[in-house]
């Protein structure tokens, strides 16, 4: 009897949801090869909003075992069309008052840990630029995650007593020489 090895593939899907009337729409992607819960990961855009970017990000997740879902910050097909656009996008969540960022980031994340797939005691954030400043945000938030990666987020926030909140482990990977991004 030959017996042929079952190959498993990245199911990739995109998901609308809400934070209040805001209609969002991310991208979920896991490897259909178990039917096991297993750790999730959100990963979160850069100031140009959910692009190719970061679903290839989720994807690669997916293939090492996680489900991975590419959140959505600005609301479903709003992209900004150029720099100044985006920086106007990224503006109105970084301003003094990031309640509405921590809102939309935290919606993302209750969506992952609702996955079927997914255990939601092991979860963990990363983000890109205005995504890195957006976990960290989450983190501060209290949010419940084993962890959050920032990778070139700005570091500042408006509310340094929210510290205190954080109930995971926290890397932020930030050049010393990055001209764009200060501390």
């Known amino acids: 009897m030959l017996v042929s090895p079952a190959y498993a ?53 997916a293939a090492l075992g996680y489900v991975a879902f590419a959140a959505d910050i600005y609301g479903k097909g709003i992209r900004p069309k150029d720099g100044k656009e985006a920086a106007e996008f990224a503006g109105k969540y970084r301003g003094g008052d990031r309640k509405v960022l921590r809102s939309r980031v935290n919606a993302a994340l209750d969506l992952l840990k609702g996955q079927e797939l997914v255990d939601p005691k092991k979860t963990a954030a990363i983000g890109y630029c205005f995504g890195g400043t957006t976990v ?11 962890g959050v990666v920032s990778f070139h987020g700005g570091l500042a926030t408006p509310a340094a007593a929210d510290a205190k909140n954080i109930k995971s482990k926290v890397l932020a990977l930030h050049g010393g020489d990055d001209p764009f991004v200060k501390s």
């Open 9 to 61: 593939k990245l199911q990739a899907k995109a998901i609308e949801y809400k934070d209040g009337d805001t209609v969002l729409e991310g991208y979920l992607v896991y490897d259909d090869a178990s039917k096991e819960k297993r750790p999730g990961v959100l990963v979160v855009h850069e100031w140009m909003g959910l692009g190719a970017y970061e679903k290839g990000r989720a994807e690669q997740l």
């Open 136 to 146: 960290l945000e989450l983190a501060r938030s209290g949010a419940d995650v084993a």
